[in-house]
Nanobody, 121 residues
Framework: QVQLVESGGGLVQAGGSLRLSCAPSERSFSSYALGWFRQAPGKEREFVAAITWSDGRQFYADFVKGRFTISRDTARRTWYLQMNSLKPEDTAVYYC??????????????WGQGTQVTVSS
């Protein structure tokens, strides 16, 4: 079973930046859509951003537009979430995902283990 391996979470002050990375455990892995979700304490898991592997089309939740950027490196078979202008309300566990379609629903087929992002005020 392919695993998605995340890195890059941590503690940052409000207004700061972090970059999350995600890579599959097998280089042969491919997927139509790559994405990021997050889950804050006591809240449901929510869609953050997605990108199509082939042509790089990007999709964002309204609450991150203009602050977060999703990208992928086809040579490294890795995708990223650049998070700028972070706010305390961005504090959550962030999960990378992969699926056969882009959807804001949580029924993506592959999930990383999650990485904690904490934004202090």
């Amino acid at each position: 079973q392919v695993q998605l391996v995340e890195s890059g979470g941590g503690l940052v002050q409000a207004g700061g930046s972090l970059r999350l990375s995600c890579a599959p455990s097998e280089r042969s892995f491919s997927s139509y859509a790559l994405g990021w979700f997050r889950q804050a304490p006591g809240k449901e898991r929510e869609f953050v951003a997605a990108i199509t592997w082939s042509d790089g089309r990007q999709f964002y939740a309204d609450f991150v537009k203009g602050r977060f950027t999703i990208s992928r490196d086809t040579a490294r078979r890795t995708w990223y979430l650049q998070m700028n202008s972070l706010k305390p309300e961005d504090t959550a566990v962030y999960y990378c995902t992969a699926h056969s379609v882009v959807t804001t629903r949580t029924n993506w087929g592959y999930w990383g283990q999650g990485t904690q992002v904490t934004v202090s005020s």
